[in-house]
């Protein structure tokens, strides 16, 4: 089956402008995480979402970061007006389970590369 | 905070060589503890994971991990690494019974393997 996937897979913007990166995760799983991975480090949490509800946004480093999932399937990070250090790739990562016990494994999709000039 | 170190950021073998890369965390309570790889130009995948149970866990390719909890550590090996395992690698924790389930990663190590 289809694996997580993100679009677009690079992005170009002005610094300033508004970005929309949106991941399809694997279909039925119920958990959704958004990581940002700067050049050299690991990736860091954001954001995840059980179904549609957010319920943690903890690490979104300020207000201009938003996010998204209305129907508890697609979901949309939305970078309010960028700045160059919003310069990162971006990962959406799947998981079925959504429980916090028991075995889970997240899946990671290809992650959209954004450049803020 | 939680925090996972990597203490190796670049190692260079040749074939046949024996890898063991690092990982350290600082986390009181109860770990779920993984592995990462990514190799060029693909996405992260699951190496192998530690819930519960046989502290020496065994992944694919050949890889396994020690859980050593006095040691707040978890250590990746391999035998006799190949060309193919070039690559970077990704230790992560999650903290058991949290809220949610998200990860805390280390800054990776990059592994270059030499035919």
């Known amino acids: 089956g289809a694996g997580v996937s993100q679009s677009p897979r690079y992005k170009v913007a002005k610094r300033g402008q508004d970005v929309a990166l949106r991941c399809d995760p694997i279909?039925?799983?119920?958990?959704l995480f958004w990581y940002q991975q700067a050049l050299g480090q690991g990736p860091e949490f954001l954001t995840y979402f059980q179904n549609e509800a957010q319920l943690d946004k903890s690490g979104l480093p300020s207000d201009r970061f938003f996010a998204e999932r209305p129907e508890g399937s697609v979901s949309t990070l939305k970078i309010q007006r960028t700045q160059q250090e919003d310069s990162a790739v971006y990962l959406c990562?799947?998981?079925?389970?959504?429980?916090?016990?028991?075995?889970?494994?997240?899946?990671f999709g290809p992650g959209t590369r954004l450049t803020v000039l | 905070a939680q925090s996972v170190s990597q203490h190796n950021h670049h190692v260079i073998l040749s074939e046949a060589a024996s890898l063991e890369l690092g990982c350290n965390y600082s986390?009181?309570?109860?770990?779920?503890l993984f592995w990462y790889v990514q190799y060029p130009g693909q996405h992260l995948q699951l190496l192998l994971k530690?819930?519960?149970?046989?502290?020496l866990v065994k992944g694919i390719k050949g890889f396994e991990a020690e859980f050593i909890k006095s040691k707040f550590s978890f250590n990746l090996r391999k035998p006799s690494v190949q060309w193919s395992d070039t690559a970077e690698y990704f230790c992560?924790?999650?903290?058991?019974?949290?809220?949610?389930?998200?990860?805390?990663f280390g800054t990776g190590t990059l592994l270059a393997v030499q035919p």
């Open positions: 990562a799947s998981s079925f389970r959504q429980e916090t016990s028991g075995e889970h494994e997240q899946f």
């Open positions: 279909s039925g799983h119920v958990s």
């Open positions: 986390y009181g309570g109860t770990v779920n």
């Open positions: 530690y819930f519960s149970g046989d502290p």
């Open positions: 992560a924790v999650c903290p058991y019974g949290g809220a949610t389930n998200k990860l805390i």
